[in-house]
Nanobody, 122 residues
Framework: VQLQASGGGLVPAGGSLRLSCAAS????????IGWFRQGPGLEREFVAA????????VYANSAKGRFTISRDNARNTVDLQMDSLKPDDTAVYFC????????????????WGQGTQVTVSS
């Protein structure tokens, strides 16, 4: 499974960004896809995930009400719409693939994309 994240950038507080994860490889549509982030000096943390069925979703408390994850299996992409961004959201954002029961645990995941930098200015 290969994953490629894109869409990061610099935005002011209160702004929006849409990240995209392009997935490819064997059986990629059977995997759940999650977004994680790692801020400066911090551990990588879970943000949101979507199941293979495009329906099941789960969010970290920090993302609930502001971020929306969506999946398009026809295009093999998973997007993360981020609204009402805060300076604390500044981090490198990664997408990852795993089974549903593992997808929220960063230390358990085998397939990772490269990160995309999100910077929110105050």
């Amino acid at each position: 499974v290969q994953l490629q994240a894109s869409g990061g950038g610099l935005v002011p507080a209160g702004g929006s960004l849409r990240l995209s994860c392009a997935a490819s490889g064997r059986h990629v549509r059977t995997y759940s896809i999650g977004w994680f982030r790692q801020g400066p000096g911090l551990e990588r943390e879970f943000v949101a995930a979507v199941g293979w069925d495009e329906c099941r979703t789960v969010y970290a408390n920090s993302a609930k009400g502001r971020f929306t994850i969506s999946r398009d299996n026809a295009r093999n992409t998973v997007d993360l719409q981020m609204d009402s961004l805060k300076p604390d959201d500044t981090a490198v954002y990664f997408c990852a693939a795993a089974s549903w029961d593992q997808i929220t645990r960063a230390t358990s995941l085998r397939y990772w994309g490269q990160g995309t930098q999100v910077t929110v200015s105050s």
